[in-house]
T-cell receptor
Framework: GQQLNQSPQSMFIQEGEDVSMNCTSS?????WLWYKQDPGEGPVLLIA?????ELTSNGRLTAQFGITRKDSFLNISASIPSDVGIYFC?????????FGAGTILRVKS | NAGVTQTPKFQVLKTGQSMTLQCAQD?????MSWYRQDPGMGLRLIHY???????DQGEVPNGYNVSRSTTEDFPLRLLSAAPSQTSVYFC???????????FGQGTRLTVV
């Protein structure tokens, strides 16, 4: 089946730093989604991208849908302790969502 | 408005036992799905449904059954639990645009 390669697997950064993570795929997706999961909770949608080249922001978060439709990145600016969690990318394939393995973000205050 | 509700939140089963994980949504969404989450593997699709009476297999369907008799409910049945089914299970719904998925809080299942 389709796979999304998400990197890095984990990050340990200083509070106030900017963060960047990305997802790549061998297949084309028409929609890219970014989710955050807090411990003991289900994933929560952060940003949805619907068009190649689209750049969308949600507060300190910015995500882009790659021109080739095979990749996407998520940036977090000026990280804070509550940014800790697991970030997942997902691509839509017809009726299904395909998820990356996640990026674990740890922030050192 | 509760969104997506999963029960139970935690469950321990013995190998060979059967059980049903419940999922209910009050968002009137046609599309519902079940995922399992294992360390380092993200979320993998087990089964999904595009509407009442319609179900289909996802990436990892073996050992699981689903049914969709109503729009609101989408239970997941483990027929004969195995240790390999130890995981966290998430139910999700997707709105009319079939893009954003809304997840429940998960069921943590341990099979011993």
């Amino acid at each position: 089946g389709q796979q999304l390669n998400q990197s890095p697997q984990s990050m340990f950064i200083q509070e106030g730093e900017d963060v960047s993570m990305n997802c790549t795929s061998s297949s084309i997706f028409n929609t890219w989604l970014w989710y955050k999961q807090d411990p003991g909770e289900g994933p929560v949608l952060l940003i949805a991208l619907y068009k190649a080249g689209e750049l969308t922001s949600n507060g300190r978060l910015t995500a882009q849908f790659g021109i080739t439709r095979k990749d996407s990145f998520l940036n977090i600016s000026a990280s804070i302790p509550s940014d800790v969690g697991i970030y997942f990318c997902a691509g839509r394939d017809g009726n299904k969502l395909v998820f990356g393995a996640g990026t674990i973000l740890r922030v050192k205050s | 408005n509760a969104g997506v509700t999963q029960t139970p939140k935690f469950q321990v089963l013995k190998t060979g036992q059967s059980m049903t994980l419940q999922c209910a949504q009050d968002m009137n969404h046609e599309y519902m799905s079940w995922y399992r989450q294992d360390p380092g593997m993200g979320l993998r699709l087990i089964h999904y449904s595009v509407g009442a009476g319609i179900t289909d297999q996802g990436e990892v369907p073996n050992g699981y059954n689903v049914s969709r008799s109503t729009t609101e409910d989408f239970p997941l049945r483990l027929l004969s639990a195995a240790p390999s089914q130890t995981s966290v299970y998430f139910c999700a719904t997707t709105g009319p645009r079939r893009t954003e998925a809304f997840f429940g809080q998960g069921t943590r299942l341990t099979v011993v």
